[in-house]
């Protein structure tokens, strides 16, 4: 029996869609993720986002926890670091799209940007050869709008979004859960 409908993996591909043809957008971000301390507890830690978004290749991102504020400029040939409360700041030289960027980012320097995913679904880099499972999981609420809910299985997470209804979908949530874990710490993103 086929445990991919395939139905469920082209509403992601008609989201990715939209968010591609999107030249300009503002999104906000409400982060949760739980850590899973040794013991078996776990610990939830939350930030937010603002992202100002220019396709293919402006951003500002700025992220706040309980801790530190950090904001990340990229006008398409220099990303910039700023953390406003230690007075720390670095640049440099970098010409590609908004997702090369989150992606350089991530597998050289181990930062993670917020919401990396917006910037790779609808394009190559979206990751549907390695699903095992997706499926239609009904609708629901969220933030006040009328979503149709997913749920897929790739190797090592669990996954769902909630996709606004209609002829231009967007996420409106997304939670991710870990496998490789027996706690199975999630995380979570609310767009807003």
Not at 138 to 158: K, M, N, S
Request: with cysteine; hydrophobic share 40%.
């Amino acid at each position: 029996r086929n445990l991919v409908d395939p139905a469920a993996v082209q509403a992601l591909k008609d989201m990715g869609a939209t968010l591609q043809s999107l030249r300009r957008y503002q999104v906000s971000l409400d982060l949760t993720g739980e850590r899973v301390l040794q013991d078996g507890q776990k610990l939830m830690h939350s930030a937010s986002a603002n992202l100002d978004v220019a396709q293919p290749n402006r951003i500002r991102a700025a992220t706040t926890t309980a801790t530190s504020r950090r904001v990340l400029f990229f006008d398409g040939k220099k990303v910039s670091l700023l953390f406003p409360d230690s007075n720390y700041y670095s640049s440099a030289d970098f010409t590609g799209t908004v997702g090369e960027l989150i992606e350089r980012l991530r597998s050289n320097y181990g930062i993670e940007f917020p919401a990396a995913d917006l910037f790779a679904w609808g394009t190559p880099a979206a990751p549907f050869n390695d699903l095992q499972s997706a499926m239609n999981a009904g609708q629901a609420i969220v933030g006040g709008t009328l979503c149709d809910h997913y749920a897929f299985r790739q190797q090592g997470i669990d996954w769902q979004v909630w996709l606004t209804t209609g002829p231009n979908p967007v996420p409106r949530k997304l939670v991710v859960t870990s496998l490789g874990d027996d706690a199975r710490p999630q995380s979570v993103t609310d767009f807003r």
